[in-house]
C-alpha cells in the first residue's frame, strides 16, 4: 500500500481564515482524492483531484470554498477558504491504487473558533 | 450516482459471539466493495474489501460475502474481541476513477 502523509495534522483555525492541507504520497497514483468527515458522521467525497487540470467536485462542495491543486502524481493541497464554525471536521487524503483498493492519509484536524 | 445504506447504526455483542454488519448499494456498475475500520481519533484502515467477481472472502476472524443480485454486502467478525470495539463503514465504487461512497458506519461494541 501507498504511504500517504498529510499536514498539518492538526490545526485551530480563526473564522474568515484560509488553511491548505498537503498530502504527499510516496509513490505516483492516477487517483487522489479529497474527504471530509464531519464530528460523529460518516466520511464525505468532496472531490477528485486530478493531475494537470481541474478537480472534479461532489455535489454541495464548490471549487471557490475548496480548492484543490494537484501538480504532478505524488502531491495536492486542499484550502478550506473563509472558514466557519460549520468547517470543523477531519480533512482526508485518499489514494487509489490499482484495481480501486483506496487508503487513506492520517488525517487533518480541523476546528474553527 | 450510488447510495450506500449501513445497518445498523449500533451493534452491541458479547465478547466472543459473532457481529454481522450489513450494506446495500444502489449502483449496479459498482464493483469494488471494501470495509474499513475507525478507532477513536485514528483514520479509517481498510480491514477487508471484495470485488464484484466474488461471491465470499475471508481474512482469519473476519468475512464479507457480496450478493450482487441483491445489490448488498455484509461483514461478518466471529470470536468478537474487545479490540474490534470500533466504527465500522462500508463502501461501495464503480469502474473508472470514482471515490467511494460510503455508509453511515455502524458503531460496534463488545461487551466483556
Known amino acids: 500500500s501507498a504511504v500517504i502523509s498529510q499536514k498539518p495534522s492538526r490545526d485551530i483555525c480563526q473564522r474568515g481564515t484560509s488553511l491548505t492541507i498537503q498530502c504527499q504520497v510516496d509513490?505516483?497514483?492516477?487517483?487522489m482524492f479529497w474527504y471530509r468527515q464531519q464530528p460523529g458522521q460518516s466520511l464525505t467525497l468532496i472531490a477528485t483531484?486530478?493531475?494537470?487540470?481541474?478537480?472534479?467536485?461532489e455535489s454541495g462542495f464548490v471549487i471557490d470554498k475548496f480548492p484543490i491543486s494537484r501538480p504532478n502524481l505524488t502531491f495536492s493541497t486542499l484550502t478550506v477558504s473563509n472558514m466557519s464554525p460549520e468547517d470543523s471536521s477531519i480533512y482526508l487524503c485518499?489514494?487509489?491504487?490499482?484495481?480501486?483498493?483506496?487508503?487513506f492519509g492520517e488525517g487533518s484536524w480541523l476546528t474553527v473558533v | 450516482g450510488e447510495n450506500v445504506e449501513q445497518h445498523p447504526s449500533t451493534l452491541s455483542v458479547q465478547e466472543g459471539d459473532s457481529a454481522v454488519i450489513k450494506c446495500t448499494y444502489s449502483?449496479?456498475?459498482?464493483?469494488?466493495f471494501p470495509w474499513y475500520k475507525q478507532e477513536l481519533g485514528k483514520r479509517p484502515q481498510l480491514i477487508i474489501d471484495?470485488?464484484?467477481?466474488?461471491g465470499e472472502k475471508k481474512d482469519q476472524r473476519i468475512a464479507v460475502t457480496l450478493n450482487k443480485t441483491a445489490k448488498h454486502f455484509s461483514l461478518h467478525i466471529t470470536e468478537t474481541q474487545p479490540e474490534d470495539s470500533a466504527v465500522y463503514f462500508c463502501a461501495a465504487v464503480g469502474g473508472g476513477a470514482d471515490g467511494l461512497t460510503f455508509g453511515k458506519g455502524t458503531h460496534l461494541i463488545i461487551q466483556p
Open positions: 449502483d449496479s456498475a459498482s464493483n469494488y
Open positions: 485518499s489514494v487509489g491504487t490499482s484495481g480501486n483498493t483506496i487508503y
Open positions: 483531484a486530478n493531475q494537470g487540470s481541474e478537480a472534479t467536485y
Open positions: 509513490s505516483q497514483v492516477t487517483m
Open positions: 471484495i470485488r464484484s467477481n466474488v
